[in-house]
């Protein structure tokens, strides 16, 4: 954590793959083996759910959330880019320019007025993440996300920041690795420990 | 004409031209910020430097030693332009990463963002990454310098295409730069920001996101809009224009360079009138006599209760209705039967409707609706003291009369009519019964005279965008289209017949006004612009220009333009 900066992206690393690896044999095997000694074992290795919740690793696409940034504001600055990269057209962003007569906002020129995700049509993929620029909006591994009705399952701006509250305060902020590459228009690349991926090592590079 | 080079691509330029221009012959992009068809040449921003050398009659080739300006050198017979060398390459990588050298790359708020020529041409002929190490130069955004214009300091690369707009295209001269070298800077003179009625013009001119419509801030980002070609309903001018639209709204107004029409221009009235579109009081369901509403869907739900998602169609008993009812008005008389073709209809439309009329008993009177004058033609560039220039030096109008189509329509009246009868020479008469009058004006044309010289006629029928004292009490009313909504063909004040494509579904019940005669007339097929102007073309011996169909992009010139009327 940065004095100035308050860190919003959790970097992790990627294990490195050998050329054993590589080709997956020593996995099958293990899994096989793994099977093999549940089958024959005779102890019941169903999952207690929900008695018992199941550990989810940090980089689960699960519900979303809106980061803030340093002042405690909404980080997003309305750019669009995820409502673009959607595939399930499930974000709607209403741009508004910012207050510039209130010196919370004096330094910004734009931010999302309203900003809805419906949970319920995205399909988890992630490209919002991925899309972007400012790491504004990012996947949790909270999975068990449950409603009464429609309406309640779209999630407004405000609750999608009050999942980065509850996030961020329970340890569970969402990692990245450098699959996930940064874009470059972000601080946290930067500042991170290893700052962006050199080009062509990104997933489509 | 002259032979010129480009890339080794011969081609026939003319003599006027530049090598940008040359090289567009050749189908060869010269990267360009500053240079603007239509304003003077300063070749500051130095993005379209070039090679050009000469081909001599006997076959070599010699080549300038140094790069020079595309835009600000002519070219001549046998004038060779290279873009494609290593130096023109490296230059022009040079003088982005000297642009961009102060740019905050705030691309994700900027409004320019996807129709942005330094992410263009950034894209296609810069290199990647800035060498700069020093911080940038952070400048303050300037909200002041127009009602409609915001100014984003930042981004401005200084090409200087708004100075020189309001200089040489509106000469207002609000604009200029102040400060030198890197702490250049667009700006006003305190107290006198740019609220000249050209104004919207200097945003489209702005190559990069600088300067950005205050209207348009922030609403879309412009890769969701889609844009239909069509023509300002402002003025007898009739600038072609793009319709900007997203999901059935129209955000913004955009010019379409159109060299017959208006040049590359548009004024503030048009770019930023189209707001009545989306107005709330819109006409939106058809009625027939005032109180026994048609709303066939809201009556069927209301009976029954269950069915929301009953789409009858509330015009087919409308239309069959107005059908007898006109039919039985000429019956009983036919010289007291007026239609009222409004100088907002297009060709097609007037034609459709006065065929439909007379084709049912020739005695069927028709008239030409009131036609908005307002004030005076208004020309640019103005004088110091804000006076209009001399007649040949004219470089934008805006005209008085503040309709689309008058000379179509009249040349519509003057086929199925003989001359052209104006609604107050009819309603002065006295002698008429019935009525049917077409509006699709943005303001109220219903005046209290022309209330009153109406009177109580046996049937009158209104088929018009917006409410008004005769929709009130007509005995059918038709809700109709804006231009925004509909196919057509537009006369400009000279006789430039354009066609405007419709952009936006109409609101609510309300269809496109040929949609509704091509039903009312009961003709058969869809409404079909491009089958009609030949069919027009066909029949009315003015237009047959028209024959052509499709108009293309700037439109033809029909023999209807008698000499201009100037209001001044």
Redesign the interface.
């Known amino acids: 954590m940065t004095t100035k900066k308050q860190k919003t992206v959790k970097w992790g690393e990627e294990p490195k793959i050998g050329w054993v690896e590589a080709m997956y044999l020593p996995a099958i095997a293990s899994g096989v083996a793994t099977a093999l000694k549940h089958a024959f074992s005779g102890k019941p290795t169903t999952r207690q759910y929900p008695d018992v919740e199941p550990e989810i690793p940090p980089n689960y696409r699960g519900v979303h959330r809106l980061n803030r940034d340093e002042a405690g504001r909404v980080k997003c600055?309305?750019?669009?880019?995820c409502q673009?990269a959607c595939p399930a057209n499930c974000i709607e962003i209403i741009?508004?320019?910012a207050p510039?007569d209130d010196p919370h906002w004096k330094d910004r020129?734009?931010f999302p007025e309203t900003f809805t995700i419906d949970e319920l049509r995205c399909i988890y993929c992630g490209m919002c993440e991925e899309a972007c620029?400012?790491d504004a909006i990012e996947l949790t591994s909270i999975y068990d996300l449950t409603g009464m009705t429609r309406a309640e399952m779209v999630f407004d701006k405000e609750k999608l920041l009050s999942v980065f509250d509850e996030t961020s305060t329970t340890g569970k902020d969402p990692i990245r690795t450098h699959r996930g590459a940064l874009g470059p228009?972000s601080e946290e690349a930067a500042s991170a420990k290893q700052g962006p991926p050199p080009p062509g090592r990104g997933r489509h590079g | 004409m002259a032979k010129v080079i480009v890339n080794d691509i011969e081609v026939e330029a003319d003599a006027k031209d530049n090598c940008i221009l040359a090289a567009r012959k050749a189908g060869v992009e010269i990267p360009h910020y500053c240079w603007h068809e239509s304003l003077s040449v300063v070749a500051s921003c130095r993005m379209c430097l070039v090679e050009v050398g000469e081909k001599k009659p006997d076959g070599t080739v010699v080549m300038g030693p140094k790069l020079v300006p595309g835009c600000q050198t002519p070219v001549k017979e046998g004038t060779v332009i290279r873009t494609d060398s290593a130096k023109v390459k490296t230059t022009q990588q040079m003088t982005l990463e000297l642009l961009l050298l102060n740019h905050p790359?705030?691309?994700?708020?900027c409004d320019q963002?996807g129709e942005c020529y330094l992410q263009d041409y950034t894209y296609k002929y810069g290199k990647a990454q800035s060498r700069l190490d020093e911080p940038k130069l952070q400048r303050v955004?300037k909200?002041h310098i127009g009602e409609q214009i915001a100014l984003?300091t930042d981004r401005c690369v200084m090409c200087t295409r708004c100075v020189r707009f309001t200089r040489e295209i509106s000469g207002t001269a609000e604009l200029q730069v102040v400060n030198r070298g890197s702490h250049e800077e667009i700006d006003v003179f305190p107290s006198e920001p740019c609220n000249n009625k050209l104004a919207g013009n200097v945003v489209d001119l702005c190559p990069v996101g600088a300067l950005c419509s205050k209207d348009f801030?922030?609403?879309k980002?412009v890769?969701?809009l889609k844009n239909a070609g069509s023509v300002c309903t402002g003025c007898s001018t009739g600038c072609s224009i793009h319709v900007d639209q997203n999901e059935d709204k129209v955000y913004r107004l955009r010019p379409r360079e159109n060299p017959l029409a208006q040049g590359h221009f548009m004024c503030d009235e048009g770019r930023f009138g189209f707001k009545y579109i989306h107005d709330e009081r819109r006409l939106k369901t058809p009625k027939v006599n005032s109180s026994a509403v048609i709303d066939t869907n809201a009556q069927k739900s209301k009976t029954n209760g269950t069915s929301d998602l009953n789409f009858a169609d509330p015009w087919l008993e409308v239309l069959s209705v107005t059908r007898t009812k006109i039919k039985e008005a000429i019956k009983t008389d036919a010289r007291g039967f007026v239609g009222v073709l409004s100088p907002f209809m297009t060709l097609e439309e007037a034609y459709l409707l006065a065929s439909y009329l007379k084709g049912l008993d020739k005695r069927v009177r028709l008239a030409l609706g009131p036609v908005p004058v307002v004030g005076k033609d208004d020309k640019y560039p103005k004088g110091p003291k804000g006076e209009s220039p001399a007649q040949e030096k004219v470089k934008f109008t805006i005209r008085a009369e503040k309709c689309p189509n008058r000379l179509g329509v009249e040349a519509i009246l003057k086929h199925f009519e003989g001359e052209v009868v104006t609604l107050e020479q009819v309603a002065s008469k006295g002698d008429s019964t019935a009525w049917y009058f077409v509006g699709g004006s943005s303001q109220g044309w219903v005046t209290e005279a022309t209330d009153r010289a109406v009177g109580k006629p046996s049937l009158l029928i209104v088929q018009d965008i917006f409410p008004s004292p005769l929709s009130e009490r007509a005995d059918v009313l038709l809700p109709s289209a804006t231009f925004a909504e509909r196919d057509g063909t537009y006369v400009n004040h000279s006789g430039l017949a354009q066609a405007a494509h419709g952009a936006v579904r109409c609101p609510g019940d309300a269809r496109a006004d040929g949609r509704i005669l091509m039903e009312l007339a009961e003709r058969k097929g869809l409404f079909n612009a491009v089958a009609l102007r030949k069919e027009i073309a066909l029949n009315v011996p003015s237009l047959s220009a028209l024959a052509v169909g499709d108009l293309g992009d700037h439109g033809v010139g029909v023999a209807v333009a008698k000499k201009e009327v100037v209001h001044s």
């Open positions: 600055v309305a750019c669009y880019m673009t741009a508004a320019p510039k020129d734009k620029p400012v228009a | 790359l705030d691309c994700s708020i963002a955004d909200y984003f801030l922030y609403k980002r890769w969701w």
